[in-house]
């Protein structure tokens, strides 16, 4: 089936430590992106790209890195400098730049 | 930037009732999207309208982009309705969320 994978769907993280999370699709889509969502809000956009390796900061992208190495995949890697990282983290595509998105399922991050 | 906000905050409905969704936003935009955010999170497609009308079943919406709004009705609504409904609008390069409504559809 196309569509969007993101893993794992929970993930917790011990203070100090770097994660990544993981975002594959099969849907052939240049664009990808990643957005953080905090109880109760919208969602905030982290990082975006455009094309493979080729990536632009998004509104909170400070304490998170990403590469794109392959059009298929957008992997957000968690970085210790970001202070507050619990939150659920939402992966989406799109055919060509601000074209409809579609999103995975999400990954829910917990700081223990 | 632009801001997009989304009214009511809260709504609770009957089963069975109507209702309608709003979506203003402050500066022009290339497109629109509404999504509805089941209990786990996931955020499902509902509509991709940069304007005019469009009808899926029991839902529909409007985007009127020269006024700067868009609506989403939901009509004989049903407990599996509930959720969080999310507008976003193409703004340069990029999505932009608003707060969403949350609804909620009792039995």
């Known amino acids: 089936d196309g569509g969007i994978t993101q893993s794992p769907k929970y993930l917790f993280r011990k203070e100090g430590q770097n994660v990544t999370l993981s975002c594959e699709q099969n849907?052939?889509?240049?664009?990808m992106y990643w957005y953080r969502q905090d109880p109760g809000q919208g969602l905030r956009l982290i990082y975006y790209s455009q094309i493979v390796n080729d990536f632009q900061k998004g509104d909170i992208a400070e304490g998170y890195s990403v590469s794109r190495e392959k059009k298929e995949s957008f992997p957000l890697t968690v970085t210790s400098a970001q202070k507050n990282p619990t939150a659920f983290y939402l992966c989406?595509?799109?055919?060509?730049?601000?074209?409809?998105?579609?999103f995975g399922q999400g990954t829910r991050l917990t700081v223990v | 930037g632009i801001q997009v906000e989304q009214s009511p905050p809260d709504l609770i409905l009957q089963e069975g009732a109507n209702s309608t969704l709003r979506c203003n936003f402050s500066d022009s935009v290339n497109n629109l999207q509404w999504f509805h955010q089941n209990p786990w999170g996931q955020l499902i497609n509902l509509f991709y309208i940069p304007s005019g009308t469009k009808q899926n079943g029991r839902l529909s919406a409007t985007t009127v982009a020269t006024e700067r709004y868009s609506l989403l009705y939901i009509s004989s609504s049903q407990t599996t309705d509930s959720g969080v409904y999310f507008c976003a609008v193409v703004y340069g390069q990029n999505f932009v969320f608003g707060p969403g409504t949350r609804l909620s559809v009792l039995p």
């Open positions: 849907l052939n889509h240049d664009a």
């Open positions: 989406a595509s799109s055919i060509g730049t601000a074209l409809e998105a579609f």
